[in-house]
């Protein structure tokens, strides 16, 4: 059997408390559905400048304050609700992020609009590579720089490189067939 090796993810979050159930259950596994992939986005988003840790630490607290990433709850979002975003301890109180995470459940829902969910808007656009997803992020979304195009893409299946191949994850995920493998 292949160790994985130290200084990767893989190593790193077999065990801890958080970063091992993230990594074996839901790290790169294909991931559907619009108010799923919305919630990935939103924490991808939010940890720029911080630890994934952080993030995860904070997740029940970012599915309260945005009533569970529905995407049609939070699109209607007005200053009252933003306000109350911005004061509350449970999520990273930051005004772009925050607006971030609103204008994009509406763009989203324009997504669902011409292509019936933001899965198929993904599937449309695939295969692309890392710089390709990095352009049309940009265009289409709010805050989604490189580093948070990449890891939504690693993340949800569409790009390679969550798992080392050594990692008995990898293979799982590999068995699941995703986008990045087709």
Known sequence: MTTV????????????????????????????????????????INQAGLSWLTILKKRAGFRA?????????????????RERLLSDPGIIRNRLKVDAAIENARRILD?????????????AHHPRDKAEWVRLFKQTFRFTGGEITGEFLMSTGYLAGAHHEACP??????SLGPRWMQ
């Open 169 to 174: 994850v990898y293979h799982r995920i590999a």
């Open 111 to 123: 997504l669902r609009a011409s292509h019936g969910s933001f899965t198929l808007w993904l599937d």
């Open 65 to 81: 304050a945005y009533d569970g990433f529905s995407l049609e709850r939070v699109a209607r979002y007005g200053e009252r609700e």
């Open 5 to 44: 090796p130290a200084g990767t993810y893989c190593h790193a979050a077999q065990g801890h408390e958080f970063h091992g159930p993230y990594h074996d259950h839901e790290y790169g596994y294909p991931l559907e559905g619009d108010d799923a992939l919305f919630e990935r986005l939103v924490l991808e």
